[in-house]
């Protein structure tokens, strides 16, 4: 009894691989004046059996399925590692913006609030009113580029 059922279904695997293998293919002309190639003959009318060259396995040319499917991994792995390089670079640059935008604040604050800095050599110097109109359009233009 299991020999039996062993054995049909290895005539049936082998009818299924074939029976596909040995399909034909049908050339005809439809009604608008195209060309048709399909495995199966057109309802009406006539057509021509043709017979198409089966593709080698293990072609040269650099198509096969198996080669395609390294190219494709290889190129998701590349793209996977390029977005990572790039997320982890937004990162940092937010980072720097957030700290340049911090100073850019503490600049404003300095020269709106105080009237004296201290120079080179650790001494108060006055701030003059061009040094402060100078320092606040600085403050201002980095707060424009560094801030949100």
Same mark, same amino acid.
């Given at each position: ?73 290889? *190129?998701?792995?590349?793209? &996977? !590692?390029?977005?990572?390089?790039? #997320? $982890? /670079?937004?990162? *940092?640059?937010?980072?720097? &913006? !957030?700290?340049?935008?911090?100073? #850019? $604040? /503490? ?15 650790? /001494? ?25």
């Amino acid at each position: 009894m299991t020999q039996r059922i062993i054995t049909n279904t290895v005539l049936i695997l082998l009818l299924a691989v074939f029976g596909h293998a040995s399909a034909g293919t049908y050339k005809w002309v439809d009604k608008d004046g195209n060309v048709v190639y399909s495995q199966h003959p057109p309802p009406e009318g006539q057509f021509e059996s043709i017979r198409v060259k089966p593709t080698p396995r293990n072609s040269r040319s650099g198509n096969s399925a198996s080669e395609q499917s390294n190219r494709f991994l290889e *190129n998701a792995t590349t793209k &996977r !590692q390029n977005d990572a390089k790039l #997320a $982890k /670079e937004n990162k *940092n640059n937010l980072a720097l &913006r !957030q700290k340049n935008c911090g100073i #850019a $604040k /503490e600049q404003l604050r300095f020269y709106t609030v105080y009237r004296r800095k201290k120079n080179d050599k650790g /001494e108060y110097v006055r701030i003059t009113d061009d040094e402060k109109a100078a320092g606040l359009k600085e403050a201002k233009q980095a707060i424009k580029d560094f801030c949100d």
